[in-house]
């Protein structure tokens, strides 16, 4: 059985260069998805995915997303997907991992906001660098309900420490998420 993880945050939280580490330190095959890929690769009609006139685009991606994902399973592979997944685009990964029969974590990396800017402004282009954007992202993460043991405090921590503590929550079996 192939294992899912969704590695998520806000932008500049360090989901890719975490999520690269855990792919590449696996001890099965593995694949690491962005989900940045897949929105990049709209070259006309684009609409930058945290503005509201983006949700119809945004389901499309994320079915996207989904269907390689459960692909990349169904052939055998783990898969770390990282992204902006909030708990609002949930569903098509739950329905997909019942359907493909492949567990699924979800962790949340959320370093503190000040901390969360940043790294953000920092990246260089096409990453996301508005301040407000990288707040509004922060702010949609900052409550999550039941999800809220899913999120791990990384404002203190450098990437391999992330990493690190990312592989102990999968391991732990505590961040998995129910079909």
Known sequence: MSNVLLLTGPSGSGKTTVAR???TGAPRPT??????????????GFIAPYLPGAHRQNEVVVDAIVATVSVYARGGYDVVVDGIIGP????????????GEWTMSYVVLRPDL???LDRGQARPEPELTDADALTGLHGAFADLGALEPHAIDTT???????????????????YLLSA
Do not use: C, N, Q
């Open 88 to 99: 609002w685009f949930l569903a098509p990964f739950r329905a997909a991992a019942a359907a």
């Open 156 to 174: 203190l921590l450098d990437a391999p420490r992330t990493a690190a503590e990312v592989r102990k929550a999968v391991a732990s079996g505590d």
């Open 31 to 44: 694949m690491h998805l962005t989900t940045d890929e897949f929105y990049r690769g709209i070259r006309t």
């Open 114 to 116: 000040d901390t969360t």
């Open 21 to 23: 580490l855990v792919a």
